[in-house]
């Protein structure tokens, strides 16, 4: 599946800063950055309501659809997932749940040059995070 021509800016700008980027370390190094970028979650937001199950390090998510089209924040307790969680939620915000049900996660992730340097265990973590955004928006 092809990425739409209509990404928004942030898309566009994770696109060209990670293609950019030079090798596995800059790629990190960016991604920390990103991850840096998150606004931080309420302790509130930081209970198992939020909890996406399915990450071996701590994630919680928050969902909020505003005019058909969804906004999400996310955290989590590992540096280097925070920022993984930074470049998928520019992929993402402000799509409608159709359009949230066609993204795929592998495709945005090697566009990124990041596709092969995801452990299994993360690519799994960052799918059940698509997933949980889907579960919400079709709810």
């Known amino acids: 599946m092809s990425l739409p021509d209509d990404l928004t800016v942030e898309a566009q700008a994770a696109l060209e800063a990670f293609g950019q980027a030079q090798g ?3 790629r990190a190094r960016l991604l920390m950055q990103w991850g840096e970028r998150l606004a931080p979650l309420s302790e509130a937001e930081k209970s198992d309501e939020y909890r996406v199950h399915g ?3 701590q994630v919680w998510l928050v969902a ?3 005019d ?3 906004q999400f924040r996310a955290g989590s307790d ?3 997932l925070r920022g993984l969680l930074a470049v998928l939620l520019v992929r993402v915000n402000d799509l409608p749940a159709q359009a949230l049900n066609q993204v795929d996660l592998h ?3 090697d566009r990124l040059g990041l596709g092969r340097q995801l452990s299994p265990s993360r690519s799994n973590g960052l ?3 698509l997933q949980r955004m889907r579960e919400r928006a079709q709810a």
Request: aromatic share 20%.
């Open 64 to 66: 909020e659809e505003r």
């Open 24 to 26: 596995w370390e800059q």
């Open 78 to 80: 590992a540096r280097l």
């Open 55 to 57: 990450c071996e390090s």
């Open 107 to 109: 495709h945005w992730f």
């Open 68 to 70: 058909g089209r969804w």
């Open 127 to 129: 799918n059940a995070v």
